[in-house]
């Protein structure tokens, strides 16, 4: 009841007691949704209506800092930006030549291979460790970026003239931040058109963690053609991203902290502690003393027990009782679905796992690999790419230009199954039930179908000329050289 209400009750009581049901009866059609109330249960729970970015320039740069010491402090952090890195990405998402033409494929495929070899623009890593390392910036800080560099032919080495520089999401200049102004709607470092479309990043040449008085350089606008910007958007209108560990730090810190308490509990329980007890001025009963025969005590024997008079030693008797191998476990669940993980990838701890087990926990991880593949990777980073590796390879004439373009197929790192035969043996079901082709059956192993069919056609031609019958040939029944070895032999014998 407010003070409004009693004071009207106070002078007109029929009128208070109308206030007062009118209100349990208001009170009432509010409780349809429990969590709309603000009661005793959810009196500390808030929260605001704010837009995906307003969220994001609030807690991005301490997300995204304490995401990082997460990583560098913790076994847990670094296993899991392992494990998603080597699931997505593998040693590398494919780009396989479609364009109808085996010629055309197959140069497009040579020109590609070469170029992915020296696609870093500082020369260190191949364009597979770039995809890994540009996604294991995102799921730690957010989101990261790619820049696509033209260089001279000259430099290239005989490849195509064009080159990636990867960059973290902290260069992104956050400051540049006005809806309305000079630069028109820049929102987070990123300069938006008509529609929210992205027409650029507003970059530091240099890292801000590396700045200082001498080198604090005005960030400047780079086009949004010349850059892949990878993150996971969570919400619509969301224009950065945020760190993947966002959602379990607060629970990683905790069970850290639980495990620093019991590793401190049983070194006072390994520890031997004993405390002294003894009367004003008596003497200390540590001291050596002597016996009848005049010799002195300097130790006890095991099962002795030694009168040292008036004064007593009484030993710590810690308790050896804890809840801490279940906490821990359950922490460590919470951490890894988090995550996104299985518990068993998180910590390695397969005792309680089983084939059917371990099958159906990937199911749900690999959907969300799927997603982050197809949804994320691929869009944002791989056509791109593949699409500005076209364009320079026609101008400096390594490919044709083509009025259909060239066609590309991605083909994602296999995905390595639990039981090989079992899986096997499904799969080819499926392929023959026509759940799925031949082509995506060879595709999910991580390989280039035309490829694994050229290689098997010049194989068996080989093996062919030189009257060679295997096992593994797919073009006789199992066990095909036996079966067609007995035959012959059966022949001789007739002769």
């Known amino acids: 009841m407010t003070i409004l209400d009693s004071i009207i009750s106070y002078f007109d009581p029929v009128k208070g007691i109308n206030r007062a049901a009118a209100r349990q009866m208001l009170d009432a059609s509010k409780r349809d949704y429990s969590a709309a109330q603000f009661g005793r249960r959810n009196r500390g729970w808030r929260g605001r209506g704010t837009s995906a970015t307003a969220e994001v320039s609030m807690a991005l740069s301490t997300l995204r800092d304490r995401s990082r010491d997460f990583v560098r402090n913790s076994w847990a952090g670094q296993r899991i930006l392992d494990v998603m890195t080597s699931h997505v990405i593998g040693t590398g998402i494919m780009t396989v030549p479609n364009t109808g033409s085996d010629r055309l494929d197959g140069r497009y495929r ?4 070469e170029w ?10 191949d364009y597979g460790s770039q995809q890994a390392l540009q996604l294991r910036s995102m799921i730690e800080g957010g989101d990261s970026v790619l820049r696509l560099l033209a260089i001279r032919i000259e430099d290239a080495n005989g490849t195509v003239p064009f080159r990636l520089q990867g960059l973290e999401g902290d260069l992104i200049d956050t400051t540049r931040d006005s809806i309305i102004g000079s630069n028109g709607n820049v929102r987070l470092g990123v300069q938006l058109g008509e529609w929210n479309a992205r027409e650029g990043l507003y970059l530091h040449s240099v890292h801000p963690g590396d700045q200082n008085v001498a080198n604090v350089r ?3 606008l780079v086009e949004w053609g010349n850059l892949c910007h990878l993150y996971r ?13 966002a959602p379990v730090l607060l629970t990683a810190k905790e069970i850290q902290d639980l495990m620093e308490a019991a590793i401190v509990q049983q070194r006072t ?10 009367a004003p001025g008596a003497s200390n009963p540590l001291m050596p003393k002597k016996e009848d025969d005049a010799s002195r005590v300097t130790r006890l024997e095991p099962g002795t027990i030694q009168d040292i008079g008036e004064s007593e030693i009484v030993f710590a008797n810690p308790s050896s009782q804890s809840v801490f191998g279940e906490a821990y476990k359950a922490g460590m669940w919470a951490m890894a679905a988090g995550a996104g993980i299985t518990y068993d990838q998180l910590t390695g701890d397969l005792s309680q796992a089983n084939y059917s087990s371990l ?3 990937k199911i749900e991880f690999r959907r969300l690999v799927e997603q982050i593949q197809w949804g994320c990777f691929v869009p944002m980073v791989c056509r791109k790419v593949d699409q500005r590796f076209v364009e320079w390879a026609i101008m400096a004439g390594k490919l044709p230009n083509r009025k259909g373009g060239y066609q590309v197929d991605h083909v994602m790192p296999a995905i390595e199954p639990i039981d090989p035969k079992k899986d096997l043996e499904a799969d080819i079901l499926a392929v023959r039930a026509g759940r799925m082709s031949p082509q995506e059956f060879i595709s999910a192993w991580g390989r280039d179908w035309r490829k694994v069919v050229t290689d098997f056609d010049s194989f068996f031609k080989f093996a062919d000329a030189n009257n060679v019958l295997l096992d593994i040939d797919p073009r006789r029944p199992a066990n095909g050289a036996k079966a067609n070895a007995a035959p012959a032999a ?3 014998q007739n002769d």
């Open 233 to 245: 958007p969570l919400r619509l209108g969301q224009i950065r991203g945020i760190p993947w560990f």
């Open 490 to 492: 059966e022949g001789t």
């Open 269 to 278: 329980q390994a520890s031997f502690a004993g405390f002294l007890k003894r």
């Open 359 to 361: 099958r159906a926990g």
């Open 218 to 220: 005005e960030s400047k």
């Open 110 to 113: 040579l020109l590609r291979e």
């Open 116 to 125: 992915e070899s020296q696609s870093d623009i500082e020369g260190v890593l």
